[in-house]
């Protein structure tokens, strides 16, 4: 009986891991649409401080890298 509930207990936790993986998969493309919004709209609006944006997208989009690459390595 015990190795029946180990058995199920891993097969949901691997399941759990690759949703987790996918769903951050999705984030990075989410992060990948934010920065080419944040292109649109500082080409559309000029207000003076535009590269720090576009920087800020791009930190925020690598992040999203480092944290799916990290969490392949860890899960």
């Not at 029946?4 to 691997?14: C, E, G, V």
């Not at 987790?20 to 080409?43: D, E, N, R």
């Amino acid at each position: 009986m015990s190795n029946i509930i180990t058995n199920f207990s891993s097969s949901i936790l691997i399941v759990i891991k690759v949703a987790v993986l996918i769903f951050m998969g999705l984030y990075i493309v989410f992060a990948g649409a934010v920065v080419k919004q944040v292109k649109v709209m500082t080409h559309a609006l000029e207000v003076g401080f535009e590269k720090p944006i576009i920087y800020i997208s791009y930190v925020h989009f690598l992040f999203s890298l480092l944290v799916f690459a990290l969490a392949i390595l860890i899960l």
